[in-house]
């Protein structure tokens, strides 16, 4: 079945430093590809997303390419700041009447 | 521009009550989804239907079960509602077409159940 793998965390980053989160997948067929974002006490917003190879979805700074050579939809950042602080997953979504499958998430916590 | 509403952002029940939790979208969604988030779980999905009268059950379906009667309505029952069901809900719509693929979230339901 689909799967989705990220890194394991947390992460803690001072401001301004570059983010990677890792996120590969194993699907079926073609999916779209997806980061959300959950602030404490919040639910998930979406960040970005990517529905075909080689798409790059971008949004606040954050960048992810789909990468279907090494399955593969990474979250970058080039200068974090505090307010980035958060949880973030990475979810994949195939066919019409598919589910949304995501991985463990990931909490950021970046310190001024 | 709230796309996908939950019916309330914390809920305290008895144990043994009959508990609904409402999720409404307003995107003309085909899908909808309900998780269940616990620390050192993750995302665990309950049920989802892929159309009106439809459902499949998720990876925790036990305990909870679901109507959807209209396309824009996902309701979440839990039928005699336990402590251990005590979580943070999250509620989900998505669409998948060609040129429109998305998937939003409500704000979430903290339930607590004693």
């Known amino acids: 079945g689909d799967s989705v793998t990220q890194m394991e965390g947390p992460v803690t980053l001072s401001e301004e430093a570059f983010l990677t989160i890792n996120c590969t997948y194993t699907?079926?067929?073609?999916?779209?590809l997806f980061w959300y974002v959950q602030y404490p006490g919040e639910g998930l917003q979406l960040l970005l997303k990517?529905?075909?190879?080689?798409d790059k979805g971008s949004n606040k700074g954050f960048e992810a390419t789909y990468r279907k050579e090494t399955t593969s939809f990474h979250l970058e950042k080039g200068s974090v700041q505090v307010s980035d602080s958060a949880v973030y997953f990475c979810a994949l979504l195939t066919g019409a009447n598919s589910k949304l499958t995501f991985g463990k998430g990931i909490t950021l916590s970046v310190r001024p | 521009d709230v796309k996908v509403t939950q019916s309330s952002r914390y809920l305290v029940k008895r144990t043994g009550e009959k508990v609904f939790l409402e999720c409404v979208q307003d995107m003309d969604h085909e899908n909808m989804f309900w998780y269940r988030q616990d620390p050192g779980l993750g995302l665990r999905l309950i049920y989802f239907?892929?159309?009106?009268?439809?459902?499949e059950k998720g990876d925790i379906p036990e305990g909870y079960s679901v109507s959807r009667e209209k396309k824009e309505r996902f309701s979440l029952i839990l039928e005699s509602a336990s402590t251990n069901q005590t979580s943070m809900y999250l509620c989900a719509s998505s669409a998948l077409s060609q040129g429109n693929t998305e998937a939003f979230f409500g704000q979430g339901t903290r339930l607590t159940v004693v």
């Open positions: 239907s892929y159309d009106v009268k439809m459902k």
């Open positions: 699907a079926t067929g073609y999916p779209s």
């Open positions: 990517a529905t075909k190879a080689d």
